[in-house]
């Protein structure tokens, strides 16, 4: 619970929520420890421990500069939050563009449920709308907590919700940085090798990342791009859609098993 205290007090998250997500998650490929591709993605989210560059500058200094900027749009630092609000743009790819998309989505998603149990005022839907945790513009500490798995105690009832959302993150926004990313390490001369091999003994003075400029995504004509990412997509989201079918047919099931009390939801 450490790591999340700075965040403020565990009061403020719905704990058992969180945990019903992800023993929701079922039916995906698996990693090589044995867990589902996507379960891994939501521990490490929730816990802030996905390899972007900025985690990477801090176990890896020696191969990835502390200096560096987020490599798509070489703007600002690529932490956790970064991902969901990167302005980087290729046709049908920009990260920002998506997060907030599929919020909406996700949002709309929460009060459809809801007005499936039972009628709402107008006065409920537009409160609801309202809240901290859907303000994207900026976006809110909330609504990046949301983005993260964190789910406040006054929404438990969205909790079937939420591994949809991410869902679609994880497709649309993570596995697509992913090809990015090892696309922007193998232009700095970045390889599997050089990450297992550790830093130099003969001279430690000496990183491997220093001897290589900075580049990023954003200094690259994007035609140049277009067709060797357009191949590495198509592979990628074939793979989102296999995930997806799997999911939508295990969330189905859930959705008809398990309901949110309208009384809990007038309530919150």
Known sequence: MARFTALGSPSLFDWAGIHFCLSQIKGFALHKNGRPEFWIFRIKLLLDMLPTLTTLQQRKPYLYSPDWLCPQCNSAPEDLNHLWTCPYILPDLNPCITHRSELVKFR????????????????????????????????????????????????????PLLNHFQVELYGEIWLCQNVLFHAW???????????????????????????????SLATVSQNSWISWISSSIIQVYFLIFVILFDYIFEWLITETLIKPEYGEVAGS
């Open 108 to 159: 709309d998603s929460c009060l459809s449920s809801f007005l499936s149990l039972k009628p709402l005022d107008i006065t409920f839907q537009t409160g609801f709308s309202a809240l901290d945790c859907w303000n994207f513009e900026s976006p809110s500490p909330s609504c990046l907590w949301l983005t993260r798995g964190l789910l406040p105690t006054h929404l438990t009832t969205i909790s």
């Open 185 to 215: 390490e193998e232009s700095q001369g970045i390889s599997a090798a050089s990450k297992l091999r550790g830093p130099s003994l003969k001279s430690p003075s000496t990183t491997i990342s220093l001897q290589i400029p900075n580049s």
